[in-house]
C-alpha cells in the first residue's frame, strides 16, 4: 500500500575520524526513498561536522557547573549533582563535609583581597586533587566548600576519609613569600542515617560545622558525635 512508501527519516551524531587523525563530532541526517511496492531503493543523507556546536555546548555546560575562582563545581551543581545520587542511590553510604576556612575576614582585612582569593584557588585546586574523580567537591559559599563522597562502605571508611582532611589542613599553606597557613572547621554528617535528601544532609553537616567551630575551630566534628572516636587525631597546632 502507499502507506509502506512514506519515507524513513532520521539522524545519527557519532565521533568520526577526521584528516589528521583526531576524532570530530558529525551527525548525518538519513532519509530513504521507496518505490511503488514499498521497497527502500536507495537511502539519501547529508553529513553535517558539529564538533564545534558540541564543543561549545560541553563547555557552556562546564561553565553553567564551575565556580569561576576555584574551578570547582559552584552551589548550583554540587546540590543537583548530590541530590540526584541520594535519588539514585537511596540506601548506599556517603558522606557530607562542610568546610569552612577560619577567620576568613582576617585572612582578608590582614593581607588584601588579592591574597584572599589566591588562598580560595589554591584550597579549591588542592581539595579537588585529593578526592576521586567520582566524589563532588563544590566551593558552596564565600570560604565554604562541600565535599561529597559517594559509597563509602562502613565506619571506618568514613572516619578515615575524614581524617584525611584534617591531614590535609596540617600542611595546607599558601603565599609565595610569606607563607600562610590557613586551618578550616569541618562538619560532616552520613547519608542516610542524618538526612535522606539534600536539604537535610545539608542541615546536619551544618549543624556539625558550627559544632566544630563552638569547640574551638581548627578540627573536625560529625552531626553524631562519633567523631568523638578521632579526638587524637584533631591538629594539636
Known sequence: GKASQVPVRGELE???RVSGGEFQWHKTYYSSIAGKDGKVL?????IHNIHELKTEAQQMIH????????????KGAVMEKIAKWMKENPT??????????????????GYGHAFGD???RELGRDLGSNFRVTDVVGRTGGDEFTIFLKN???????????RKLINFFRSFQVGEYVKYSATASIGAAVFPEDGKDFESMYKAADQALYKAKKRGKNQL??????????ENVQSDH
Open 118 to 120: 589566591e588562598v580560595l
Open 152 to 162: 563509602l562502605k562502613d565506619d571506618p571508611t568514613t572516619i578515615r576519609e575524614s
Open 221 to 230: 566534628a560529625f552531626y553524631d558525635d562519633r567523631d568523638r572516636k578521632t
Open 14 to 16: 557519532y565521533l568520526s
Open 42 to 46: 536507495s537511502v539519501l543523507g547529508r
Open 63 to 74: 561553565r553553567v557547573e564551575t565556580d569561576f575562582l576555584t574551578g570547582l563545581y559552584n
Open 92 to 109: 548506599r553510604e556517603a558522606h557530607m563535609i562542610m568546610v569552612d576556612l577560619d577567620d576568613f575576614k582576617n585572612i582578608n582585612d
